[in-house]
């Protein structure tokens, strides 16, 4: 390198300014720095163990609530009922909350507590989460209010799930449900029409065979059009 020629200085950028004085801050306040790292530390590992607790306790929700689930299938109703108690007094705030209330709707659905049931049902068709459980729970709260005696009711839930959700794969038995009420209230040109677009709809349906026979008695018991 020719001596004669000047070093070109060096200008420190704003970045390594930065780091130059902080580093200086931790050399004169090093009890401060500490404090200030351990407190960071401490944070950061609370905040693990907060993680890993909720992880684990969800974990362990499921796997409750399984067992609470198999006594409902299996028809022991009262230690069900004191499973899913218990169930709920540890474990209401984790993701599987909804499940489990839908599960205790099952339950008063199987002992015949029908209004409660199409109640439960219904808070989880509205507000339910995840999202998709919420037509589970308005088709269920529909089949809850029929068996209540409370068939006006079960109509309009049945038409409120047609409405909400046309393409779910429970439409279909919705269409049929919906029928059978309009059936049962009397209703027979409401029911035939029902039938009628249940035919048109679901052409390939298992229940396809059942409207096409319901329509053929419903005409023979309508009334005869009045001739001009």
Not at 13 to 42: C, P, Y
Not at 93 to 108: C, K, V
Not at 115 to 125: L, M, P
Request: net charge neutral; proline share 5%; with cysteine.
């Amino acid at each position: 390198m020719d001596p004669t020629i000047p070093l070109q200085s060096h200008t420190p950028s704003r970045a390594e300014q930065l780091i130059k004085k902080a580093l200086i801050w931790v050399r004169t306040h090093q009890e401060q720095f500490w404090a200030i790292a351990g407190t960071i530390a401490g944070v950061a590992l609370l905040v693990y163990f907060m993680v890993h607790r909720r992880e684990v306790e969800n974990e362990e929700a499921w796997v409750q609530l399984g067992m609470s689930h198999q006594m409902v299938l299996q028809g022991q109703n009262d230690q069900a009922a004191k499973s899913l108690d218990a169930w709920f007094a540890r474990f209401s705030g984790t993701s599987a909350a909804t499940y489990a209330n839908f599960i205790r709707a099952d339950l008063l659905y199987n002992t015949t507590h029908y209004a409660d049931a199409a109640g439960a049902y219904g808070t989880i068709a509205q507000t339910g989460q995840p999202v998709p459980l919420r037509p589970l729970a308005l088709s269920a709260q529909c089949a809850a209010q029929e068996m209540a005696g409370k068939y006006a009711d079960a109509a309009a839930t049945a038409q409120q799930f047609i409405d909400r959700y046309p393409d779910h794969f429970m439409a279909a038995a919705m269409y049929i449900t919906q029928a059978r009420l309009a059936e049962i209230a009397g209703n027979v040109a409401n029911a035939t029409a029902i039938y009628d677009r249940f035919v048109v709809l679901y052409p390939q349906s298992p229940w396809t065979a059942f409207a096409r026979a319901r329509l053929q008695s419903l005409s023979a018991i309508a009334p005869p059009a009045v001739k001009k």
